[in-house]
């Protein structure tokens, strides 16, 4: 329960760092939520060669969060767990399984402004269950991702929720062309397969269709009451598709490679050879990892294009002013570091380390820059108090409010990430630990693993190294560091509840690494 003085300086707060909150207007709420979109994806944050104007100047006319993280995930689809704790604020122990269910008694994030008064809408990927997106927005359009999936951005099964339609697999549709050239709905049929890839001229991009859409929806808002859409983009996700106009901006040969390249992974992760991992051959040579690479940021410069046209439609419908944008991603991406390509893993850019930023008209800082710790589900309770709404009573992330305001420096003083049964991080200050463990075998019968395999342990001065690419083990000066790290990293463990077997795993982490 909140003190009256703790809502009293909630609302000084509020007031002294979101305009419309001053101007005594609830401001609309945009949450863009990008998909295995890494910090350095974005150029103003990681200046790589990836060009991101329109999210470059979110940067400027807002805030950004150099150290905003997923927590991890039981499951290798790390954007199921990672919608479901920025969709509920709760972390990753406290999901509903791997967070594809979202109970009832977990109030979600459209939910929470639908009951505060705002018109709720949402477009785009959703990885919940149909129950949960039906109940947190009042309408859905050009939804994707429930139960039918082709694998390609250029056709990609779509639902609405509005106007008759419902969320059926029967009233999926697909989106193209037909011989004249104009766009049009398609009924899925059986002949619509995974492969081969689309292109843009069988449909738009799925980026241009939510981009489409959310403009659409702010352009022809006319309700006196604030609106908070959540905008989810699929891209740049894998198939790392774009059109042919962005993919020459970016010739393979004149990528640079990151300074955490590797041929292959020096060791077994537990998790190398799953679904992504296998998008290239190895060893990943220079020439593989450019040619990824040179799609990334195709695909990112593609959507940062369309994120740009939603800007524009809440400029032209004079609403900017009184919106807070918000844009975060909801994983990171190796894309050629330490020899993966995926986000099975709790390094930094590779999986966990994500963009966060609060920008628009609403924001009254410009170009200001926050260094504390945080998590995506603490986004939720962070929305709430700047529009100065009640936070859930099931939401347990953390509001960035006092930070924000500069009253404290930090709200958290570690973070702590899983990635299934086989490796955990700690980090706390400068220095981040990593533990692997792997078993080579396990007895469905005696239900025990087999105590062969291995155990791998890193440590990282992420604050000089923060694309982690010096081990610290080794060292004699770094030992103590690494034993009080390691009996903290326990206790953190003990604290979140993260408990020996989970999710129906044969065996958990902590049982084989004690």
């Known amino acids: 329960m909140r003190s009256p003085a703790l809502y009293l300086f909630i609302a000084l707060s509020t007031v002294s760092v979101v305009r419309a909150v001053a101007q005594k207007n609830k401001p609309n709420i945009l949450v863009i939520y990008t998909d295995d979109h890494r910090y350095t994806g974005i150029h103003a944050l990681g200046k790589q060669q990836v060009k991101t104007p329109h999210m470059d100047r979110l940067v400027e006319n807002g805030i950004s969060f150099s150290n905003t993280y997923l927590m991890g995930a039981f499951t290798g689809a790390t954007c199921t767990p990672s919608r479901a704790m920025l969709l509920t604020g709760r972390d990753l122990f406290q999901l509903d399984g791997i967070g594809k269910n979202i109970p009832t008694d977990h109030t979600t994030m459209g939910e929470a402004f639908k ?3 705002y018109n709720t809408h949402m477009v785009g990927k959703w990885d919940q269950d149909r129950h949960s997106l039906v109940r947190s927005f009042d309408t859905v359009e050009r939804v994707m991702g429930l139960g039918l999936y082709l694998e390609d951005h250029f056709r990609m099964p779509l639902w609405d929720y509005s106007k008759g339609k419902d969320l059926h697999n029967d009233q999926a549709y697909l989106l193209g062309y037909d011989t004249q050239g104009k766009l049009v709905e398609k009924p899925m049929t059986h002949q619509y397969k995974r492969g081969p890839f689309g292109t843009e001229e069988d449909g738009p991009h799925t980026s241009e269709v939510f981009a489409e859409k959310a403009s659409e929806y702010i352009e022809g808002y006319t309700s006196k009451k604030p609106f908070f859409m959540y905008l989810a983009f699929h891209a740049p996700h894998d198939p790392r598709q774009a059109p042919k106009a962005y993919v020459e901006r970016y010739p393979p040969e004149k990528m640079l490679l990151p300074p955490s390249y590797a041929s292959q992974h020096p060791f077994d992760n537990g998790h190398l050879y799953l679904r992504d991992e296998k998008l290239a051959e190895w060893p990943r040579t220079p020439q593989i990892v450019q040619k990824e690479l040179a799609a990334y940021y195709a695909i990112i410069t593609h959507l940062d ?10 400029k032209k419908s004079g609403q900017y002013e009184n919106t807070l944008i918000i844009l975060a991603g909801d994983s990171g991406l190796a894309v050629g570091n330490h020899g993966l390509l995926g986000k099975q893993n709790v ?3 590779d999986g966990i380390h994500v963009p966060f930023i609060l920008s628009g008209g609403a924001i009254k800082d410009k170009g200001r820059k926050i260094d504390a710790l945080s998590y995506l589900h603490d986004i939720f309770p962070t929305l709430c108090d700047l529009a100065q709404i009640e936070v859930p009573e099931s939401v347990t ?11 404290e420096k930090e709200t958290r003083a570690y973070t702590y990430h899983a990635y299934l ?8 200050g400068d220095y981040k630990l990593i533990e692997y463990v ?4 396990y007895d469905a019968k005696t239900k ?6 291995s155990r791998v342990t890193q440590l990282f001065n992420i604050k000089k190294d923060p694309w982690e690419t010096f081990d610290l083990v080794g060292f004699p000066e770094y030992q103590a560091l690494l034993e009080s790290m390691r009996k903290e990293m326990k206790q953190a463990a003990m604290d979140h509840g993260d408990d020996n077997v989970r999710m129906g795993l044969p065996y958990g982490f902590w049982n084989y690494f004690d």
């Open 448 to 453: 025990m693993e087999s105590k062969k395999g």
């Open 115 to 117: 009951k505060a008064g």
């Open 305 to 314: 294009a369309q994120i740009g046209k939603v800007i524009s439609a809440l």
């Open 438 to 441: 792997r078993a080579d075998a």
């Open 397 to 407: 992330g953390k509001s960035l409010l006092p930070v924000i305001a500069g009253k």
């Open 347 to 349: 390094y930094d850019e």
């Open 421 to 428: 049964h086989f490796q955990r991080a700690f980090r706390q």
